[in-house]
């Protein structure tokens, strides 16, 4: 069983001769280090093609996972190759809508980050703090796909940083509203078919809910921001009657529990539990445990005393 760097010399020249036996001849692959938010510097791979916009890039730890579970390093090099054969012959048709697509301001919409966990990829990042270490990206998406938007992109726009994101966060909401459900619903029925409490008419979530749930937003992707939505936090406060803990449960979701009889010490064990043992690396939001009291969001201590907000670095 080889390393992770004998498996990437292995890996990168296997490739290399897969695309010389079968690929386009005008095909080049680029050995490079990207930093991807909550996953770090990853060794990644470019496949790039002269005059092509088109780069697809597979990262070296994903596929390293697959040959120590047993699959042949051959076997991994073809589905690469082929993976990126099959990119570039959409090239053409990805190229003619993208920069419509990136500078169309209707397409804008939030990530939420840990900043702690990015400090190095937010370098260059146009970023909206949001307190307790939390912050918002803004990308210019289109159905599953986004591109991140840079300071570079942030000229092109031609409007501020805040004007940025007061309308990638409105886009969001509008497009992904936020969805809150019961916990115990959720876990055995498929997402989409459970009650968005949220939409309820009473002030409060029905009795026969809780005292856990999730919160998200209508693609169950990167919802964990839905929490930083224009008065949501206002909204559970009613729902859930007053103060609430939130777990952050991965970049997608977050539970949440009414503060009422709960043990804050338990509750952040199980935070950190579930990041070890349930949580893949790269959707982990955070190891903490925290509060939202009067309306304001507040990170746990350990010892399950509230700090002042801003008193622990972010």
Known sequence: MLDLMGFKQEFISDCRNTLCESGPFDMMIEERKVNKAQRGVLNGLLFRKEGSLCAPTFYVEDFYKAYKEGTPISDLSHEVVEAAVRSMGMADEMAKGSLDIIYDTANLRVRLLNKGRNREYLKGIPHRELGCGFVFIAEAGHGEYGAVITNALLKDFKVTADELFDMAIKNTAE????????????????????????????????????????????????????????????????LLDGDFYVLP??????????ADDQDPKQLADLV????????????????????????????????GMVPVPGGLPC
């Open 272 to 303: 950190r539990s579930a990041n070890r043992s349930v949580v893949e690396e790269r959707d982990i939001l955070a190891d903490d445990l925290y509060i939202c009291e009067e309306g304001a969001l507040k990170r746990v201590s350990y010892g």
């Open 175 to 238: 497009q992904f509203p936020a969805v809150l459900q019961d916990l115990a619903e959720s876990a055995t029925r498929y997402p989409t078919g459970c009650v968005n409490l949220l939409d309820s008419r009473s002030g409060r979530a029905p009795a026969d809910t809780g005292p856990a749930y999730v919160l998200t937003n209508t693609r169950f992707f990167w919802g964990a921001g839905a929490l930083f939505y224009p008065g949501v936090i206002d909204r559970l406060r009613e």
């Open 249 to 258: 449960s991965s970049v997608h979701e977050l539970i949440l529990i009414a």
